[in-house]
């Protein structure tokens, strides 16, 4: 059923939308890179060939990225389905030795100096390992993806990186580890998990935005109304109406107990004063008990919100057609943090304004939707988990990271895909990228 | 299973496209809808530095400058730039304490914001300065930034030129759309304000781009937003320094005020209004404690009587009522009174200086003696004439003559807030007398001599000078004669001033016969006394009864004779016979105008004048009570020699706000110096009646300061 030739060739079969979007991609996020860095005292080509600035690094990185690229389109897609279960282990492993090699930056301690001054965080490695591990996982024939424990084990799969993330103070990172949802929810995962995660995630807001009391009065209305219309059918069933009173207490316990929870023990200060922030209220860090110890040294620092509202200054002040290349007064001034990584978004929202910002997303969408079509017309179960985790983890970046920019999501530090300066970020999605490509010229195989 | 599941993927994508269509959403409301954004980033990055241009200096006739400017500097602050500063040092060269320290921070921050630079000590000593300068380093977001400040070398002209001040939020409001921020300075008052756009200049305005440390990153946009500052123009006005500097030493220790202006020209030659102030003290740091002194005197020093102090003209008005009455052929030159002393026509007699036969022979005599039987008649023939069938319409006829000579309107000088006097209203007299059918001319009679409810600015007497001058015009009495780089909207205002202003057909008969009439009150007349060296004047004098004190002394006169080139007019408060104080006064600015020095007796007796003191009593009891007695004129007198005149002055001992000056005077007996002040003229038995009880015959020496009205 498969052709030799495919196998021999990486350009037939790759799918050249993929690769041109993505040649877009990095070549817009050195673009967005060079705005940020830009500097009109330093002459650009003694800056280029010194590869001193994070856009001449970047663009070595890319270079070194495209030969990564090439070597993977030319490997067999069997290496893959081969080393899924090594690669995971070596990642986990990799993870760990963090905690004992790791190189402290930005207060979290999830790199590995390597040599050459170049470092590298295990935790984004291992989005690929994952990704390969739940594919190799679901795709084995005695995989039944509709029972309950092959769906525990996939969680468990997937949360074991995630938890080390947050053991490395890396939340942005362990959120990420949810992207593979899609992905077990395309193979059979029963919505009603999606939907049980989603009336959570509403209860937590509803939480931070209400008052406690009109939220609890306003969950047993809606308990009662739901009993008392249906109170002929509970006739019959009995049980309906414990399973509605019991969705109501547990309600009731997340609204008085688990949030505070979460919020004073599971996140730290700093975290739960970001959420509060996009809400508007202010946290309280003395109630705090995971970050003690950080909470003394507070003073002197620019205000928490103060990310979010010179990003949104710089976005918005982009107006509809932007203010020009080079042009932007935020990014020119170093108004935005983090700029070139965390929110690289804004140079680009601020030069190119509304239409820019809109084309942007529009090739964004356009790349994940390819992406599920090649998933879609994959025969091997393993290419297209695969194709969906990417998928998945393409998504969340940049659905969080643009959100956050523009003051809908909490500030979690993640990097927009292939736009953000960073080698190890580009590699893991060029990598992510170029293997699905590979699987992809390979589709009428069946991959186990 | 792949199959079963493959609706999943549409989901997903839908799923997708929700978040991303939420994400849109936002930008749309970010980028599209709100364009408070920009203004953020503006006010973030763009740093703008409003480059001040000099304003323009304003010249008299033979180009002295009047007022300057000189640099000053300020040190200013960006309170969100202020971190780390090492307060304490900085407390110290300032001499403040770290409350005020603080106080000022916060006043910065009302006024200009965080980011903003504001003013935290303005005018700097330059000793002050030098020690900043230095310590500079220690203070960050403070710095010093220069600013050029009005001085005035002459010390002079304070009315007219006017003063510049911070603009308000009153200010900010009426002028809105002129591009004036917090913190400007502009004209207040005099020229000042009249030219506030010729003087200004444009303001420039630099853009630079700032990052978020606050640093200059260099121009924005290569300074193609920049504009640059365009210098104020230079006024070039018609006053004389040296005259103007003369009248106003002339009105020293007295209330009053005088005006000298170009009959040719109508160009004001000197504007002095006493007391006055050193315009100096009004600028730079001094301002704040002396605006206030000035604001709360009893005297108002800053208020321009020439222009806007309303005063009976009394006699002098004497010839304007003969003017009309020659027009409408009510009289002849030749017309005679036979004046008894008073006069008797309407009921009550009113009194006239003289009463010998004939010092009403003619108009020319009746003049020279200032009869006010003569003019009263004379106001009577006019508002019954027959012409006009009934006194209302005579009175408004009258009425309409005296608008045409500048009485009772404004003049259109080019100062701010003119006053236009009064020549009364019909409604005014309506009032009083029922309605139009008891209309009688004796019910306000003494309107024919300068009386009733006329009243006129100094302005406005010296004015009517120039027409008689002129035999019939004059020129709208004004300041400024050219701008520089004149701009079609100059030469609009300045046209005005260069257009004779004709009234009505008076024929030059007329003017000839006053001008003989007022030659002969300089010759025998009431004015005979006072002589202006190498030249025929002619003059009238006033003694204007009012309802605050004594008799106003006013005297109006012009010269040469022949083809004259300058009117006068003086008002001196409460001070008695025009002959005797505004009189001398007025010579003495006609001798400088137009010998353009004084002889040596006139320089003497200029001297002398400058020393007298006619503050009337309630303003010195006004600075007694409020312990001000360093306001005081230092009349040091011999008792010798001390004449009734000076005791007019002197304070009742009774009075027990006084006992203290009075303690003051004797216990400085001992250093009492033998100067002597001579009087210019003995008027002993007209002011004796005024005197209190005369102070104990012994030398004494009333503790006020020689610099009396110019605090």
Same mark, same amino acid.
């Given at each position: 059923?498969?052709?030799?030739s495919?196998q021999?060739?990486?350009s ?15 070549t ?5 890179i060079f705005m ?7 002459s650009?080509s003694?800056s280029?060939?010194?590869?001193k ?7 070595y ?5 495209g030969?990564?690229?090439?070597f ?7 290496f893959?389905?081969a080393?899924?279960n ?6 986990i492993?990799?993870?760990?030795a963090?905690?004992f ?13 390597i040599a ?17 591990f739940?594919?190799?996982?679901i ?16 969680a468990?799969m ?17 959120l990420?580890?949810s ?8 193979e059979?995962?029963p919505?009603?998990?999606?939907i ?7 209860l937590?807001?509803?939480?931070l ?7 609890a009065?306003i969950?047993?209305t ?7 219309? %249906?109170?002929?059918?509970f006739k ?5 109406i ?9 309600s009731?316990g ?15 200060c ?6 509060y922030s996009?809400?508007?209220k202010?946290?309280d860090?003395?109630?705090n008990n995971?970050?003690?110890s950080?909470?003394g040294?507070?003073n002197?620092k620019?205000?928490?919100?103060y ?11 982009g107006?509809?057609l932007g203010?020009?290349f =080079? ?9 935005v943090p983090? *700029?070139?990584?965390?929110f690289?978004?804004?140079s680009?929202g ?7 910002t809109?084309?942007f ?12 079509r090649?998933?879609e017309?994959?025969r091997s179960?393993?290419?297209r988990v ?11 970046h940049?659905?969080v ?6 003051g809908?999501f909490?500030?979690v530090?993640i990097p927009l895909?292939?736009i953000?300066?960073?080698g190890?970020?580009l590699?893991t999605f060029t990598?992510?990228?170029f ?14 | ?24 959403g ?19 990055a763009?740093?703008?530095k409003?480059?001040?241009?000099d ?13 300057e400017?000189?640099?000053s500097?300020d040190l ?10 090492d307060?304490?040092a900085?407390?110290n ?5 770290s ?10 921050i009302i ?5 903003k ?25 403070f710095?010093?930034?220069e600013?050029?400040i009005?001085s005035y070398?002459y ?7 006017g ?12 002028h ?5 921020e ?6 207040m008052?005099? =020229? ?10 444009q ?11 606050g640093?200059?990153q ?11 500052a365009?210098a104020?123009?230079?006024?070039y ?5 040296e005259?103007?500097q ?14 000298v ?6 160009g004001v030659i000197?504007?002095a209004?006493?007391?006055?102030y050193?315009?100096n003290?009004?600028?730079g740091n001094?301002r704040?404690?002396?605006?206030g002194?000035?604001?709360t ?12 102090g309303?005063?009976p003209p ?15 052929g ?7 009174y ?7 026509a ?7 200086t ?7 022979a ?11 039987s003569?003019?009263? *008649? ?7 004439n ?9 009175y ?11 009485f009772g ?10 006053n236009?006097a ?6 005014a007299?309506?009032k009083?007398?029922g309605?139009a059918?008891y ?10 001599i300068?009386?009733d ?8 007497l010296?004015?009517? %000078? ?22 079609l ?5 300045l046209s005005?001033?260069?257009?004779k ?9 007329i003017f000839?016969?006053?001008?003989e ?5 300089t010759?025998y007349?009431?004015?005979?006394g006072?002589k202006?060296?190498?030249h025929?004047y ?8 009012n309802?605050?004190?004594k008799?106003?002394?006013i005297?109006?006169c ?11 007019a ?5 001070a008695?016979?025009g ?9 003495? =600015? ?9 002889t040596?007796e006139?320089?003497r007796?200029s ?11 309630s ?15 230092p009349i040091?007198?011999?008792n010798?020699e ?7 002055e %002197? ?5 027990p706000?006084?006992k203290k ?5 004797q216990?400085?007996?001992?250093t009492?110096s ?10 002993k038995?007209?002011?004796n009646?005024?005197t ?5 015959n012994?030398?004494k ?5 020689k610099?009396?009205n110019r605090?």
């Amino acid at each position: 059923m498969s052709t030799v030739s495919n196998q021999n060739s990486f350009s037939k079969g790759t799918d050249l939308a993929v690769i041109i979007l993505y040649f877009a991609m990095v070549t817009i996020g050195i673009m967005c890179i060079f705005m940020v860095e830009f500097n009109p005292t330093n002459s650009l080509s003694s800056s280029l060939v010194a590869g001193k600035n994070s856009y001449s690094k970047q663009i070595y990185f890319a270079l070194f990225c495209g030969i990564v690229g090439v070597f993977i389109l030319l490997m067999d897609s069997k290496f893959f389905t081969a080393l899924a279960n090594i690669s995971y282990v070596v990642g986990i492993l990799l993870m760990i030795a963090t905690f004992f090699l790791g190189k402290n930056v930005n207060g979290s301690k999830s790199w590995i100096p390597i040599a050459g001054g170049f470092n590298l965080q295990p935790a984004e490695l291992c989005k690929i390992f994952t990704a390969l591990f739940l594919a190799k996982y679901i795709s084995k024939p005695e995989t039944d993806f509709t029972k309950l424990k092959s769906h525990l084990l996939a969680a468990g799969m997937i949360a074991l990186p995630a938890l080390l993330s947050i053991m490395q103070h890396e939340m942005g990172l362990a959120l990420v580890y949810s992207a593979f949802l899609f992905a077990m929810y395309r193979e059979g995962l029963p919505p009603i998990i999606l939907i049980v995660a989603l009336s959570f995630a509403i209860l937590v807001i509803a939480t931070l935005l209400l008052d406690p009391i009109i939220l609890a009065i306003i969950l047993t209305t809606i308990a009662a109304i739901f009993i008392s219309s %249906m109170l002929k059918k509970f006739k019959k069933n009995k049980n309906a109406i414990l399973v509605v009173l019991s969705i109501w207490a547990i309600s009731f316990g997340t609204i008085r107990y688990a949030v505070p929870y979460i919020f004073n023990n599971v996140f730290e200060c700093y975290q739960s004063t970001r959420i509060y922030s996009m809400i508007g209220k202010e946290y309280d860090c003395s109630q705090n008990n995971k970050s003690v110890s950080v909470s003394g040294k507070k003073n002197g620092k620019k205000p928490d919100d103060y990310n979010v509202k010179q990003s949104k200054i710089a976005i918005g002040s982009g107006g509809f057609l932007g203010r020009g290349f =080079l042009k932007g007064t935020q990014t020119r001034g170093k108004y935005v943090p983090e *700029q070139n990584t965390d929110f690289i978004f804004t140079s680009l929202g601020e030069a190119f304004g509304f239409v820019g910002t809109a084309t942007f997303m529009g090739l964004y969408l356009f790349f994940l939707f390819r992406i599920i079509r090649i998933a879609e017309r994959q025969r091997s179960t393993f290419s297209r988990v695969y194709a969906y985790s990417v998928v998945g983890i393409f998504f969340f970046h940049i659905a969080v990271n643009i959100s956050m920019t523009i003051g809908l999501f909490p500030v979690v530090g993640i990097p927009l895909p292939l736009i953000s300066y960073g080698g190890s970020s580009l590699l893991t999605f060029t990598v992510l990228i170029f293997i699905l490509l590979r699987l992809d010229a390979d589709r009428q195989m069946v991959l186990r | 299973m792949a199959l079963y599941n493959s609706n999943r993927g549409g989901i997903i994508q839908i799923i997708i496209g929700f978040v991303f269509v939420i994400i849109i959403g936002q930008l749309i409301s970010l980028q599209i809808f709100s364009n408070k954004y920009k203004l953020a980033a503006d006010n973030n990055a763009i740093f703008r530095k409003i480059i001040y241009p000099d304003r323009g200096i304003i010249y008299d006739r033979r180009k002295h400058a009047l007022l300057e400017n000189t640099i000053s500097y300020d040190l200013v602050v960006i309170p969100n730039e202020a971190k780390g500063v090492d307060t304490a040092a900085l407390c110290n060269i300032l001499n403040i304490n770290s409350e005020e320290y603080n106080k000022r921070m916060i006043d910065v921050i009302i006024k200009n914001s965080r980011v903003k630079t504001g003013i935290f000590e303005p005018f700097l000593s330059p000793e002050l300065y030098a020690q900043l300068n230095e310590n500079l380093y220690r203070f960050p977001g403070f710095s010093l930034t220069e600013r050029s400040i009005r001085s005035y070398p002459y010390n002079t002209a304070e009315h007219v030129l006017g003063y510049v001040a911070e603009v308000d939020v009153n200010f900010l409001n009426k002028h809105d759309e002129e591009g004036y921020e917090m913190g400007d300075y502009a004209g207040m008052t005099g =020229l000042e304000k009249q030219y506030e756009n010729v003087l200004m200049g444009q303001r420039g305005v630099k853009r630079f781009l700032r990052d978020n440390k606050g640093k200059i990153q260099g121009s924005f946009e290569k300074g193609q937003f920049d504009t640059l500052a365009v210098a104020g123009r230079n006024l070039y006005t018609s006053v004389d320094v040296e005259v103007q500097q003369l009248a106003e030493k002339l009105l020293q220790h007295k209330i009053g005020s005088a005006v000298v202006i170009n009959s040719k020209t109508g160009g004001v030659i000197a504007m002095a209004s006493s007391p006055g102030y050193n315009p100096n003290l009004l600028t730079g740091n001094q301002r704040r404690k002396t605006i206030g002194i000035l604001l709360t005197d009893t005297a108002r020093p800053i208020y321009n009587r020439a222009i806007k102090g309303q005063y009976p003209p009394g006699s002098t008005f004497k010839p304007m009522g003969a003017i009309i009455a020659l027009d409408e052929g009510l009289i002849e030159p030749s017309y005679g009174y036979n004046c008894r002393g008073a006069y008797f026509a309407c009921g009550d007699p009113r009194k006239c200086t003289h009463n010998n036969a004939g010092h009403a022979a003619n108009l020319q005599i009746a003049l020279a003696n200032s009869c006010n039987s003569y003019f009263l *008649q004379v106001f009577r023939m006019a508002v019954d004439n027959p012409k006009y069938h009934n006194a209302k319409k005579g009175y408004l006829k009258w009425k309409e003559y005296m608008n045409s000579f500048g009485f009772g309107r404004k003049l259109g000088i080019d100062l701010p807030s003119e006053n236009k006097a009064n020549i009364p209203d019909t409604a005014a007299y309506n009032k009083d007398f029922g309605n139009a059918k008891y209309w009688n001319s004796c019910y306000m009679l003494t309107l024919g001599i300068g009386q009733d409810r006329m009243t006129a600015t100094p302005l406005q007497l010296a004015n009517t %000078m120039a027409l008689i001058a002129n035999e019939g015009f004059y020129y709208t009495p004004h300041f400024v004669d050219s701008i520089e780089d004149e701009e079609l909207d100059d030469k609009e205002i300045l046209s005005k001033f260069r257009k004779k202003q004709e009234v009505t057909k008076i024929s030059g008969d007329i003017f000839k016969v006053i001008k003989e009439g007022m030659h002969d009150v300089t010759v025998y007349g009431t004015a005979a006394g006072i002589k202006v060296p190498g030249h025929e004047y002619c003059a009238k004098t006033g003694t204007a009864q009012n309802p605050h004190g004594k008799n106003h002394s006013i005297f109006v006169c012009f010269a040469p004779k022949d083809n004259p080139r300058v009117a006068v007019a003086v008002v001196v408060e409460n001070a008695g016979y025009g002959a005797t104080w505004a009189g001398p006064i007025s010579s003495l =600015l006609m001798e400088k105008y137009l010998n353009d020095t004084l002889t040596v007796e006139s320089k003497r007796k200029s001297d002398e004048l400058a020393t007298v003191d006619l503050m009337p009593q309630s303003i010195k009891d006004w600075y007694i009570k409020n312990n001000k007695t360093d306001f005081l004129a230092p009349i040091e007198y011999n008792n010798d020699e001390l004449s009734d005149i000076w005791d007019m002055e %002197m304070v009742s001992e009774n009075n027990p706000m006084t006992k203290k000056l009075v303690d003051t005077i004797q216990k400085t007996t001992d250093t009492n110096s033998k100067k002597t002040n001579p009087l210019p003229i003995p008027i002993k038995s007209k002011l004796n009646r005024d005197t209190g009880a005369l102070l104990n015959n012994k030398k004494k020496k009333i503790p006020i300061n020689k610099n009396v009205n110019r605090i």
